[in-house]
């Protein structure tokens, strides 16, 4: 083949290649969501909360830096610790409702404990070296580096009133390690999403308009507190949050990516740590917040919806108590047939 030749192919077989290329780029944009260029602002930032052991009490932090692996204030971070029994399953308030009433903080590197008639247990992060194993969370394997006797110890008295029986871990990794439960396949999440050790994404936002409505429907009033969402949104329309995709919070851009389902865990008290005895606000939220789209109902059951779940959908960045929210506004408006039937 002469030069002539060989050079017509190598550019025939170089654009080839680039066509190639430009399509499979073009399919994988079509592929994965962009954010919207236009937003439209919808409420404020009212409460930001931290979780950083599951199931025990909340951390009020004015501003955090939002992660993939959801909030984090030094060594803080949202849902990086957790309670286990003797055999690595997760343990959570939905067991031992007083589980609520331990309170966490974190200095520095150090995480101290309090409950009540107790005295404060402390542990040091930074100096956990124990040989890593698996924990197990709704079934899955995950990381986990135990804390010692002395926070175990003190676990088990408060909520077992025994000297053994439970354990506290610490996950280790700075990114997510599970992959999407079988029941959310459904909907946009990704491996990147799911978190630590939350249920099921690394973030979650409730509308404060909406438990304002599921009020006026209970004798006894809830709080916000009573569903452990890390945004608290002020300002937005009651339940509008159920047709929210893209999300942005100051400058931090999220998209929802579930319905948050609820369980027999929005009936504890947080601060007394004792379940309702009529079953509310679950009972009441049955009677008018359950799925009725045909398609998503399969993956919820007859588990009403409060608040939605988001994942980071851009670059870390912080977020601050009083922050706009928005939601993105689409080019080409659909009419979206409701989940949840109007009551």
């Known amino acids: 083949m002469d ?25 994988i944009r079509k592929q994965k969501p962009q954010p919207p260029s236009k937003w439209r602002k919808v409420g404020e930032l009212s409460d930001l909360i931290a979780f950083p052991v599951k199931s025990l009490g909340a951390v009020r932090i004015t501003s955090m830096e939002c992660t993939p692996l959801g909030l984090k204030s030094g060594w803080m971070r949202d849902r990086t610790l957790m309670v286990i029994d003797l055999d690595g399953r997760f343990i959570t308030a939905r067991q031992l409702p007083k589980m ?30 124990g040989k890593g194993f698996r924990a197990a969370v709704w079934g899955q394997a ?70 304002t409505d599921l009020n006026n429907r209970l004798e006894e009033p809830v709080t916000p507190q009573q569903f452990r969402m890390n945004f608290v949104v002020k300002g937005a329309t009651a339940y509008e949050e159920d047709k929210w995709d893209w999300v942005k919070i100051g400058d931090v851009i999220f998209r929802s990516v579930k319905p948050c389902t609820r369980c027999i865990f929005t ?15 679950l009972k009441t939220l049955r009677n008018y917040r359950q799925i009725t789209d045909p398609e998503v109902r399969p993956y919820v059951g007859d588990s009403p919806i409060m608040g939605i779940h988001l994942a980071l959908r851009g670059p870390n960045e912080t977020v601050r108590l009083g922050d706009p929210v928005y939601v993105g506004v689409s080019e080409e408006p659909e009419e979206t047939p409701p989940l949840i039937s109007p009551s």
Do not use: H
Not at 13 to 22: E, L, P
Not at 112 to 129: E, F, H, K, W
Not at 169 to 175: E, G, I
């Open 3 to 27: 030069r002539t030749r060989l050079a017509y192919v190598t550019a025939a077989a170089v654009g080839a290649g680039t066509a190639v290329f430009f399509i499979w780029w073009w399919w």
């Open 267 to 281: 009936t504890i008290d947080p601060e007394t740590g004792t379940k309702n005895p009529k079953v509310e606000p």
């Open 100 to 129: 609520v009433q331990v309170s966490p903080n974190v200095s520095g590197s150090v995480l101290t404990l309090r409950a009540p008639g107790m005295m404060s247990v402390s542990v040091d992060l930074a100096q956990l070296r």
């Open 142 to 211: 995950v990381p986990a580096c135990d804390c010692g006797e002395e926070p175990a110890r003190w676990l088990s008295r408060f909520l077992l009133q025994e000297d053994v029986g439970l354990r506290l871990v610490y996950y280790t990794l700075n990114r997510s390690s599970r992959s999407v439960r079988e029941v959310n396949k459904y909907f946009p999440l990704t491996e990147a999403d799911t978190g630590a050790y939350p249920d099921a994404s690394s973030y979650s936002l409730i509308n404060e308009a909406s438990i």
